[in-house]
């Protein structure tokens, strides 16, 4: 393993880890029940995993799959190809997977803006198209030639009109700066409490409230192009309910299994790395003892910064004797 500083919490594993946790992963050679897949972690290459799957048992599908650009995802390398060869390769894939949805399931697919204009048309083809989340991701170098490229795309689909979608579940909770008063003095869509006031505005399809996952955080791990805990809560709380199935075929560290866990879902994913799936194993043991996630709490999405200011203590409230033993 990598010697990381004092204050670094980034997951790994160790080479008697890896090969402990190894045995507890799954590598399909004939059809599987969805009893049989339901909370493990499939260590095999997708295109051979997929003949083995059963149909209509997932109800939310998260697909993080490698976007157009050459990156290396621990050796296995994906090469950035021609607009036309990549369009391609992922309606095959869709095409491959999307027999495990059941009628009334949900699709949301993961892009960057050059990837973005090449998935939707393949999902117009196959699904209804909900509509196209934008989240702005706090990352990554400037250019001196362009703009910095701080955002990525979700693309929401869903097979049918009948499809979940918990709206309530998913208001974000934000800091009112300019709150107004009905004429008899009453508040107007916010309420007021010892920790200050706030407002559960409804979700939109713009998110400036995530934190990308960095060396401080014990939800990180070396994986490439990780996604936030709190990202995936969204589309889980939104599109499933307790007890439903959700299925990620390109898990990598295993945040979507990890946040489903927390989230009393059954999962599943597919990952051909063997050291990711690892990872994805071992965060899921340690969310058996911790399923908090971070910008998450009390059943409620925070914005950004507001959630740890709403846990301070109130130090101005406090006597004298109390706030100087809490900077001793």
């Known amino acids: 393993m990598k010697e990381r500083a004092p204050r670094n919490r980034t997951l790994s594993c160790t080479d008697s880890e890896v090969e402990s946790l190894s045995a507890g992963l799954l590598h399909l050679t004939s059809p599987a029940s969805a009893a049989t897949l339901a909370d493990r972690i499939i260590n095999q290459d997708l295109e051979q995993a997929t003949p083995f799957l059963p ?61 973005s204009s090449l998935v939707f048309p393949v999902l117009a083809r196959h699904l209804q198209v909900r509509n196209r989340i934008t989240w702005e991701r706090e990352k990554g170098r400037g250019s001196k030639r362009n703009w910095k490229n701080n955002t990525e795309d979700i693309w929401f689909s869903t097979v049918g009109d009948d499809y979940c979608f918990n709206v309530g579940d998913v208001k974000l909770k934000r800091r009112v700066l300019a709150p107004y008063r009905c004429e008899d003095g009453r508040s107007k869509d916010w309420h007021e409490s010892q920790d ?28 490439p192009t990780q996604k936030p805990e709190k ?49 994805a194993a ?47």
């Open 55 to 115: 149909q209509s048992f997932v109800d939310l599908l998260i697909i993080d799959p490698p976007y157009n650009l050459t990156k290396n995802y621990n050796g296995n390398v994906f090469r950035s190809r021609e607009a036309e060869d990549y369009s391609r390769w992922f309606s095959g894939m869709l095409m491959g997977i999307l027999p495990i949805l059941r009628p009334n399931g949900s699709v949301y697919v993961c892009s960057d803006w050059k990837t």
């Open 196 to 223: 200050g006031k706030y407002r559960l505005t409804h979700p939109s399809n713009f998110w400036s409230d995530i934190t990308i996952p960095f060396w401080s955080m014990p939800e990180n791990t070396d994986h």
């Open 231 to 279: 990202l995936i809560a969204k589309l889980i709380i939104a599109s499933s309910n307790p007890g439903d199935f959700v299925f990620d075929p390109f898990l990598g560290s295993g945040t979507t299994a990890v946040v489903a866990h927390k989230l009393n879902r059954k999962f599943c994913g597919v990952e051909v790395d063997r050291v990711y799936c690892c990872w």
């Open 282 to 328: 071992k965060r899921l043991i340690q969310a058996a003892a911790d399923k908090s996630i971070q910008g998450y709490a009390d059943g409620v999405f925070w914005e950004r910064n507001t959630l740890a200011d709403h846990r301070k203590p109130k130090i101005n409230k406090m006597p004298m004797r109390k706030q100087k033993e809490l900077f001793k």
